[in-house]
């Protein structure tokens, strides 16, 4: 029998709409060998990694009369063209050029008769002035597009993690003939459900919601059910405040970047005790008062942002193994931080991120970034959807936007031959949210990704350009 979608990945083929696409992305940058990283090298690298995500090659089948959720079935007529498709950039490949064709890219939902994801190989980027990338043969670019129901918690695996590897010389896959099961018939699909509901009578319930429109509910009640613990904080029973980060949004987008190193990070954190997530908050929080003092918005003493941020927590008996393959599961917290941006000081800014984070992780149970990379190894887009996930399944009156922070390892990875240089998040909006926020820290870098809505967000550039500067009042305080 075809395996169905649970309640929480149903609800968010149910709750998409023209205005809140509900795909998560990354944009990956390469430094292009001379003999490397082509459409048909890619093309054949992903038909030969394809037997580890098989989810990649089925599509959605929804069960007549919505009886039931819909399944996943093997799509016969899977083209792999449709779904690796090439770009380029005209002259002079500029880093303006690609986050406009980025913020087209992912203004487009996925069609949903199909596997729900694509890839774009983005040729003609130009070679970078300096540092990371300068090599004469140019850049090119990945951006990948998976679809929420496809990412389940942070032990999923998505498109963009398999094509890479640890060395330029590609790991040996085995060779494997596939051959798709034979799509079943809407009767076959009414039968199994009537079965379903004989055995499982609380499911209609589920299924009615979802397919009624309720799917909100569905998320929080599934969620909960699965383990993804959404923890509210104390300032849950507030409104957010009325900021221009809160809008009706378009169906389409602007995309910005931002490049900061990690060492820069740490030193901040070694010198105030405090969690790079913490810094990290911080920097953020400078970043949006500058931005808002810059629109002319009023910022005052108590003024503030409030961001979702999820974590991955470890919850009870949660205790990775070899019996359990390394997984911590799905569990993930999610905490409301009231970001201080009317407060001058940056350092005044750090500490009152950090004693918030501490009555949030305080139990033990959140999981450092060294476990999520050994665990998890390199998979941001998971753990971005589900903090887009959880934003998805909350009023947009709780919070202003969504920060989502996902380590990487500190090693060079490779795809193809071609080392991957950065990797920024594309975290899509929830409804009512003008801009949400990812980052990536990876090989020595962390890489912020800034998706906003076109209209909301004309001067997005600029919000991702005041992050480098926040860095840098904070790096200030360690040279007085």
Partial sequence: MPSRLSALDASFLYIEEATTPMHV???????????GLDYDRLVELIEQRLALVPRFRQKVRHVPGNLARPVWVDDPEFDIAYHVRRSALPRPGSEDQLTDLVGRLMSRPLDHSRPLWEMYLIEGLAPASAGRGSGKDGRVAILTKTHQA????ISAIDIGQVILDVSAEPRETPD??????????????VLDAIGEAITRPTEIVDNVRVATGDALATVGKVGRAAGKVLTMARTAGRRAPGLPLNAEI???RRFALARTDLEDYRKV????GCDVNDVVLAVIAGALRTWLM?????????SSVR??????VRGEGDVPSSATGGSLGNRVASFLVDLPVGEPSPLVRL????HQMREHTDTGDAVGADTLVRIGGFAPPTLHAVGARAASGMSRHFFNLVVTNVPGPQFPLYAAGAQMLEMFPVVPLAKGQAVSIGLTSYDGGVYYGLNGDRDAMGDIDVLAGMVNESLEELLDTLRQ
């Fill in 294 to 302: 810059s629109r002319g918005e009023p910022v005052g003493g108590s």
């Fill in 351 to 354: 500490h009152q991120v950090t």
């Fill in 269 to 272: 954190r070694a010198a105030y």
């Fill in 176 to 189: 494997e003939l596939w051959m798709p099961r034979p799509e079943p018939s809407d009767g076959q699909l």
């Fill in 307 to 312: 961001a979702l941020v999820p974590l991955s």
């Fill in 150 to 153: 496809m990412v389940d918690g």
């Fill in 250 to 252: 378009s169906t389409q």
């Fill in 25 to 35: 992305g990354g944009v990956s940058v390469f430094d292009r060998p001379r003999d």
